[in-house]
């Protein structure tokens, strides 16, 4: 079963503790589609400018990734230039240029509307369900958001989250979005405005997952250095994405065990700037690590 991501295809300018990158590849939708392409068949829906070059496409099609939803429109590519803090999990966004993002109007590729799992990975939640209204045969919708889009669409975005079965979110939007300090609060909140599952992402610390009847719990996978955050949450959501896709398993059992897939394709990505370590990492490298976090979380046997 083949994942469908409309996100941002992005250059990334990056700061981090241990040095800087210009204008690398970056954004939610490349994060996610790496990510989620050691799993399963992805396709991409986005936008870039006619300064985007060839090579970092090349990086999705040596993937296998199917780019043809990616439109080339006259104009600059979406550019985000963050910086990082000493403490590695704090971040403040420098600069935001939309560029080509602003007005773009999703236009899905015939073979695209017959997605099934559909990741509305962080975007203009206008954009967001523009894709959802072209796609005949859903099956599971996952989406992310982040606090420029809550502060700044906070209509448009509830009305996506009354069509989606689970919100992937990291603890400072959660907050943000439902009004409450409280992480458990904050997530029954969430759940009330239509999600069946919340998806709570702790940087370092972890993942909570919620819904009406459980709650489950897991940490991040234990590093000794983190060169560079960025992309951790999109490749997560690719992972665990991927791995649903590729198992068809979506009991409470074969969600934990896409959201510790999740986790190790995230701990991979942390490891080097940008998307480097993604694009390099072998799937039985994931499987290995995804053993030692068997071990790591085994209290009971
Ligand atoms: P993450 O570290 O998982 O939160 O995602 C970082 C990625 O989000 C970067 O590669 C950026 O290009 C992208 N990004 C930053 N701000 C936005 C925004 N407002 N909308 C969509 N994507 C963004």
Request: charged share 25%.
């Amino acid at each position: 079963m083949s994942v469908l991501v409309v996100g941002t295809v992005a250059f990334d300018s990056i700061e981090t503790p241990f040095g800087s990158a210009e204008r690398i590849l970056g954004g939610s939708a490349s994060y996610f589609a790496l990510g989620a392409s050691f799993f399963a068949p992805v396709r991409v829906v986005g936008v870039i400018g006619k300064d985007f070059p060839q090579d970092y496409l090349d990086l999705f099609t040596e993937r296998k990734i199917d780019i043809a939803g990616i439109k080339r429109e006259q104009g600059d590519t979406f550019h985000w230039r963050g910086r990082y803090h000493e403490d590695i999990n704090q971040r403040d966004t420098i600069e935001l240029h939309l560029n080509v993002l602003a007005g773009f109007v999703p236009d899905l590729p015939d073979n695209y509307r017959d997605a099934e799992y559909v990741f509305l990975g962080n975007i203009d939640p206008v954009m967001q369900m523009e894709v959802l209204n072209q796609i005949r045969r859903l099956k599971l919708v996952v989406c992310d958001t982040m606090d420029h889009w809550i502060r700044e669409s906070q209509d448009e975005l509830k009305k996506v989250l009354k069509r989606i079965e689970m919100l992937v979110i990291n603890d400072s939007e959660a907050r943000l979005l439902s009004g409450y300090d409280n992480i458990v609060k904050a997530a029954r909140a969430i759940l009330r405005m239509g999600p069946k599952i919340v998806l709570i992402k702790r940087g370092e610390y972890g993942v909570l997952q919620f819904s009406d009847s459980s709650v489950f719990a897991t940490p991040a996978y234990p590093l000794e250095e983190v060169f560079d955050p960025t992309g951790a949450g999109d490749s997560f959501a690719g992972g665990l994405m991927g791995h649903l896709a590729r198992s068809g398993d979506s009991s409470e059992g074969g969600l934990r065990r896409a959201i510790v897939y999740g986790s190790v394709v995230a701990s991979f990505t942390v490891e080097d700037f940008g998307v480097k370590r993604l694009t390099d990492v072998s799937l039985p490298e994931i499987e290995e690590r995804y053993l030692r976090f068997v071990q790591l979380t085994d209290f009971h046997s």
